[in-house]
């Protein structure tokens, strides 16, 4: 029986938000026409063979940095942001305590930042202040494609939810919803959150660790299917993968689009839930019954299920096989299609 760790409402130190999260690609330009004139992004700055991007609300210089090389594409690293400096010391006296090496790195555009691996391998970076950038919000000029406002949030795959659960539980992250299947209702999935939204990460079952797809904040639902659009006009159509559609947890719309390199990227609107007060407790929901409830459309090609991103210096471990899930044959039979 899966049960949910208590919050811990008083962490070693203060994480306040996921923050960025940082690429590699093949081909640094098209990677950039993608996510430029597909979900909106602005470019903050073009170094050499990075380039770094952000939102056009959000006021941190960069939540995407994508770095050219000739080695397969995968993710370096993911950001969280704390509260103050004092917390990045807070955070590195834990993790040594923990036996987790924590080092400190020099990253463009960021203030002092702590580097280390999480208990399973995933590598995060934190950090309280980044270069200041003004927000492109006024200016409806420069809204290209999804007119994307701000980083959301992130989905890993992991060989342990449950482990994951608990560690990261402990540094201050809350449950909104947690996903159980299976005869003895093994936790499969959690969504947990440090902003007032219910998710800033999700670990969902799949060989791992590995980064199943970040996730932008878009205006509405006019701003998806413009996305859609200009995907299609950019070249881009086929790397619409799923959506768009309606999640059940945070009754959200979706879509889901694959960039150049394969990485993964959501858009959503903003979501309808607050979670800020102690009344938000976990949302259980069953694997096998979830389908009953809000959510709509076509089910999840396979590649959805299986492909994500790996993570630079992190050796995948094999994941649960989920429950409840159908084909798109299924779903059609289903239908009497």
């Known amino acids: 029986m899966a049960t949910i760790p208590p919050p811990v409402f008083y962490p070693p130190f203060q994480i306040t938000r996921v923050s960025h999260a940082a690429m590699t690609v093949r081909d640094l330009d098209r990677s950039m026409a993608f996510y430029t004139r597909v979900l909106g992004l602005v470019v903050s700055a073009r170094e050499g063979d990075t380039a770094y991007l952000r939102g056009i609300e959000e006021v941190g210089h960069h939540s995407l940095i994508l770095r050219q090389t000739a080695d397969a594409p995968r993710c370096e690293r993911i950001g969280f942001r704390v509260l103050t400096e004092l917390e990045l010391d807070k955070a590195h ?12 790195v020099d990253r463009p555009h960021q203030d002092r930042t702590l580097s280390v691996r999480d208990p399973f391998g995933m590598p995060v970076e934190f950090v309280a202040r980044m270069t200041p950038m003004p927000r492109r919000t006024i200016q409806t000029d420069h809204f290209p494609g999804g007119a994307a406002l701000r980083f959301d949030h992130l989905q890993v795959h992991s060989a342990e939810i449950t482990g994951a659960c608990d560690f990261w539980t402990s540094l201050g992250f809350r449950t ?35 980064l199943h797809h970040f996730a932008y904040c878009i205006p509405g639902v006019q701003e998806m299917m413009r996305a859609c659009d200009a995907a299609g006009i950019h070249g881009f159509g ?16 979706y879509t889901y689009l694959r960039d150049p390199d394969g990485h993964r990227v959501e858009i959503i609107p903003e979501s309808p839930k607050q979670m800020l007060d102690l009344e938000n407790t976990p949302q259980r929901w069953d694997e096998a019954k979830r389908k009953a409830t809000m959510d709509w459309g076509y089910p999840a090609p396979q590649s959805w299920y299986d492909d994500a991103s790996p993570f630079a210096g992190a050796e995948p471990k094999p994941g649960m096989t989920v429950p409840g899930r159908i084909s798109l044959e299924q779903y059609l039979a289903q239908r009497g299609r």
């Open 93 to 104: 006296a834990h993790f040594t305590a923990l036996g987790l090496p924590a080092e400190w």
């Open 238 to 253: 086929q790397q619409v993968e799923r959506g768009p559609g309606r999640h059940n947890q945070g009754h959200v719309q």
């Open 176 to 210: 909104s919803d947690f996903v159980v299947g299976g005869p003895d209702d093994t936790l499969i999935g959690v969504f947990m959150h440090r902003k007032d939204i219910p998710w800033d990460i999700v670990f969902m079952p799949g060989p791992g660790p590995r």
